[in-house]
Nanobody
Framework: QVQLVESGGGLVQAGGSLELSCAAS????????MGWFRQAPGKEREYVAG????????AYGDSVKGRFTISRDNAKNTVTLQMISLKPDDTAIYYC?????????????????WGQGTQVTVSS
């Protein structure tokens, strides 16, 4: 069974930066496409970023392009989301997810394993 644990969330002022990490255990991390999603109160879960199993393919949601960067370290079984120029609209719970499809996907149903989430709050 794959377990995903997110860390790095917190409170930051608008314009600031944060780095989220997701540590994976169990399963075959090196073969998973990984993604980050977020959900704000009263809103649907939103795709943030994804990365293929080799790290060769990366994709981003339109609202975060140019500000967020996803990366992975298959030796450490971790995936990281670097966030800069944060806005109050980025406030949400951020979830790490793993897909057994090797590639990244923007669709949450393609991800089989999910972390518990980490809160990111951006104050204005």
């Amino acid at each position: 069974q794959v377990q995903l644990v997110e860390s790095g969330g917190g409170l930051v002022q608008a314009g600031g930066s944060l780095e989220l990490s997701c540590a994976a255990s169990g399963g075959s991390f090196k073969t998973y496409g990984m993604g980050w999603f977020r959900q704000a109160p009263g809103k649907e879960r939103e795709y943030v970023a994804g990365i293929s199993w080799t790290g060769g393919t990366k994709a981003y949601g339109d609202s975060v392009k140019g500000r967020f960067t996803i990366s992975r370290d298959n030796a450490k079984n971790t995936v990281t989301l670097q966030m800069i120029s944060l806005k109050p609209d980025d406030t949400a719970i951020y979830y790490c997810a793993a897909s057994e499809t090797l590639q990244t996907s923007t669709t949450s149903r393609d991800y089989k394993y999910w972390g518990q989430g980490t809160q990111v709050t951006v104050s204005s």
